[in-house]
DNA sequence: TCAACATCTCAACAGTTGTTGAAATAAAGG
DNA sequence: CCTTTATTTCAACAACTGTTGAGATGTTGA
């Protein structure tokens, strides 16, 4: 993850519409949803403003995209995702580790698979 | 952080000059700097285009000022990081902890006070 | 008080972004 | 083949964003 991804990134996440659908296919899974369902959750948008939004994310690196039939299936870049956290991470870290502990401890209850479900 | 904090941050961080300024301020440390520094920092930048991209990054929480003297001190605003971190997180833990565990891996090498200057 | 310094405010402009609606493409089933 | 379903592409338009330069505001030390 290099600035120039972190920024795109960034960018498609600072959009209402995009970020719902992000956080929709991160809980729906590996497996994703077709697109007409995420339109369908999104308040019913329009076909072509999910397809703007869905290629935005997916130029963005942040969803992936594979035909299933007639439907496109969409689904979350785990590893874009985490690739952002450590970028914004690195940074928190440059000489001040302690700064970070509040983000590390909300990790470690919540992500660690020794403690999964503490999720809140 | 909810959904409106999280957009104003993920927008606030979407422009190369502010995401700059970000990590500047991120490794400079609790104490800040002043605008001015900032600004030759980012390749000299002019004054307003400085206050306007500090104010815009003080408007979503991710930076805070105090005066000091005829300076300026911008700082960067640690909780609202780890809050934003914390929000992304929420969403990827969301019946899948174990697609965390990059992230986790990450930050438990780079930010546990017991593994210190491990940053990458 | 005045001059120098540090930063902010404002209006104008160019460039970018998101929405809409209509038309095009692609696949499935009768 | 033709119809239906699913999604994308495109042009037009309104709204928003970042830059610039000029001027205002606040602070310090002589």
Do not use: N, W
């Not at 209402?16 to 369908?40: C, H, K, S």
């Amino acid at each position: 993850m290099d600035e120039k991804q972190a920024l795109a990134a960034f960018a498609a996440l600072s959009q209402e519409t995009r970020l719902r659908i992000v956080r929709l296919l991160v809980t729906a899974g590996p497996e994703g949803l077709p697109a007409g369902a995420i339109g369908d959750a999104m308040d019913g948008a329009s076909s072509s403003r999910m397809s703007f939004h869905l290629s935005h994310l997916e130029q963005a690196g942040l969803v992936t995209s594979r035909r299933d039939g007639r439907s496109i299936l969409y689904a979350a870049a785990y590893p874009a995702l985490s690739g952002l956290i450590e970028f914004l991470m690195r940074d928190c870290c440059g000489g001040h580790p302690d700064i970070c502990d509040p983000a590390f401890k909300t990790l470690s209850t919540c992500c660690s698979p020794s403690v999964t479900g503490a999720c809140s």
